[in-house]
Every structure is written in structure tokens, then in C-alpha cells.
């Protein structure tokens, strides 16, 4: 059963266009909700991360938004560039294990020049 | 300085052999964890260690895989008597400690034939 249920499984988007990728979990104790990204051949990196006591955080053109009574989260990359096209992966972990995530199954993200 | 680094880079490896992994965490970092990664999937956890205690293992698939890490630094992840199902990325990520962000590797992509 998977724990996280990530959505569009691909996606393209023109050049300045808004990039918009959904997660969703069930299990109400989970409490960090990080965003990762990955390029072919590599590991996945680090992009941002939130915890459930705010509701967006923004770092540069990436927003996360986070609905805790929905249990959604979303990524928004703003001002897409063809350097964002990579594949994102929405993840959740508990406080008793920081580090341990359960993953979701990516979006493959084309940004068109 | 270094990231962690992961040898070898591919293995191709007969059904029925024994393979081993090797993973060189970033210097310092107290945490390990193992992820396995099938093909245009999320990555999935397998194992993780603080210093050189296997602290938790509920993710191995089978008692065929084994993961060491005797001296709190580099490690080993081993699967005896592959099976095509374990083709696969296998991941390795370290974090300075259990609450600090995680580093991957580009890991090691494993065909089993």
C-alpha cells in the first residue's frame, strides 16, 4: 500500500509557465513533507521541505502548499525554466525517524523552451 | 568537500550470484540509510544505521539482503543469490545527524540477467 499518492505522473509545461505537482498521504502522523528532485543518473536532491505547523513555505520560484486537514501537499515551481525539467518526488517522514521517507511515485516534469 | 560516493556504478551480475554495494558516506555524518529505487519509481527504504548500529532493517525484501557498516563509516550492502527482481538503483544517503538533511549518492544500478 502506498503511503504517498503523487500526481501527474508526467507533465509539460512551456517556458515561464507555472508548474503544479499534487501529493497526498493518510497517515495523520506523518510531520515533515520534503521535495525532492532528480536528474537522470543522479541522486535525488534536496529542493524544499515543510512541516505540518505552517501552510506555504517559498523558497525562489519553488512554493510548497500544505493542506493538513485534506492531507494534500503540492509543489508549485513558478517561472519554469527547461533546467527545471527533471523528475520531483513528494516524500513523508515521521519525527521518530526524520530521514526515513516514504516516497511517492515522481513526476516527470518537461519544461518546453 | 566530497559527496557520498557509490561504487560500482553499474553491475551486471548472472541470476544466483551474490553482489556486494559499496557506499562511501560524506565524513562525519552519523546516519546512513539504503533506498532502493525500481525502475520510474520512487526511491523505497531499506535499511538505515546510526554510526555503526543497525538501527532499523524492516525494509530489507528478504533475508537475502544484508547491510554492515562495522566502523561507523563506509557500507556495504549485500544480496546473495540475486533474482531479476532485484534489478534495480540502489541508493545510499547519509546526514550529518538523525534530524539534518539527507545527502544521496548517484547509486548503483543493479541488472540482474
Known amino acids: 500500500q502506498q503511503q504517498v499518492k503523487q500526481s501527474p505522473q508526467s507533465l509539460i509545461v512551456q517556458k515561464g509557465g507555472i508548474s503544479i505537482i499534487n501529493c497526498a498521504y493518510e497517515?495523520?502522523?506523518?510531520?515533515?513533507f520534503p521535495w525532492y528532485q532528480q536528474f537522470p543518473g543522479k541522486g535525488p536532491a534536496l529542493l524544499i521541505a515543510?512541516?505540518?505547523?505552517?501552510s506555504e513555505k517559498k523558497e525562489g520560484r519553488f512554493t510548497i502548499s500544505f493542506n493538513k486537514s485534506a492531507k494534500q501537499f503540492s509543489l508549485h515551481i513558478m517561472d519554469s525554466q527547461p533546467g527545471d525539467s527533471a523528475t520531483y518526488f513528494c516524500a513523508a517522514s515521521r519525527h521518530d525517524n526524520f530521514n526515513k521517507f516514504y516516497f511517492g511515485s515522481g513526476t516527470k516534469l518537461n519544461v518546453k523552451p | 568537500g566530497a559527496g557520498v560516493s557509490q561504487s560500482p556504478r553499474y553491475k551486471v551480475a548472472k541470476r544466483g550470484q551474490d553482489v556486494a554495494l559499496r557506499c562511501d558516506p560524506i565524513?562525519?555524518?552519523?546516519?546512513l540509510f539504503w533506498y532502493q529505487q525500481a525502475l520510474g519509481q520512487g526511491p523505497e527504504f531499506l535499511t538505515y544505521?546510526?554510526?555503526?548500529?543497525?538501527?532499523?532493517k524492516s525494509g530489507l525484501p528478504s533475508d537475502r539482503f544484508f547491510a554492515e557498516r562495522p566502523e561507523g563509516s563506509v557500507s556495504t550492502l549485500k544480496i546473495q543469490r540475486t533474482q531479476q527482481e532485484d534489478s534495480a538503483v540502489y541508493l545510499c544517503a547519509s546526514s550529518l545527524n538523525e534530524n539534518s538533511p539527507l545527502h544521496f549518492g548517484n547509486g548503483t544500478r543493479l541488472t540482474v540477467t
Open positions: 565524513s562525519g555524518h552519523v546516519s
Open positions: 515543510i512541516r505540518p505547523d505552517v
Open positions: 497517515n495523520t502522523a506523518f510531520d515533515y
Open positions: 544505521f546510526q554510526n555503526e548500529a543497525q538501527l532499523d
